[in-house]
């Protein structure tokens, strides 16, 4: 019997230490179920924030309403309109009248001439940040840049009225003194140079 009393003690010793692995098992079992999850988890996080980042980016490149709306992108196109009128009108006074002399017609010429161009880039810039296709940035940098812009054209509006208002005053001093000159003859009895 002693034997067999053994034999029972170590029977009940293995299925305590079955026992014992099958919760062991059961634990490592829920343990890696936690770490599977949770791995799982961290990369729904990691790939939910990639994928925000993604859509902010995308974001940037789309322009919203309230920039394409903007009243200054409409007021510099506005002003460079303008700014085309007051050249148009010095270029006609430049050819009816000839009171300027040639190098003074050439240096008119060409400070309008610039003035158009540095117009003409404010408009290409204006476009890329209007469009969809033009500059990454968000709403508070496209209007900065509307402003910036705005601010230049203004600008180069005012210069553009002092620069013909300069113009129109040397003409009307120069076309007062041909007049008086041209009096001055008259009363004298003196004929006009050939």
Known sequence: ????SAQSGQDRVMLQQIAALKTYGNCIKKGYR????????????KDGELNLHALFFKGLEN????????????????????????EARLTQQLTADDLFYGDEKDYIRRVMMRVLTACADDIEALQDIVSESGIVADDAERIKRI?????????????????????????ASRGQELSNVRQVRKLHNLNEAP
């Open 63 to 86: 322009v919203s309403p309230f920039v394409r709306n903007y009243p200054k992108a409409a007021a510099i196109l506005e002003l460079n309109g303008k700014i085309e009128k007051v």
């Open 34 to 45: 936690v770490a599977r999850d949770g791995l799982d988890f961290i990369g729904s996080i």
């Open 1 to 4: 019997m002693l034997g067999s």
């Open 147 to 171: 402003d910036a812009l705005h601010n230049s054209m203004e600008d180069r509006f005012s210069f553009t009225l002092a620069f013909y208002n300069e113009c129109k005053a040397l003409a």
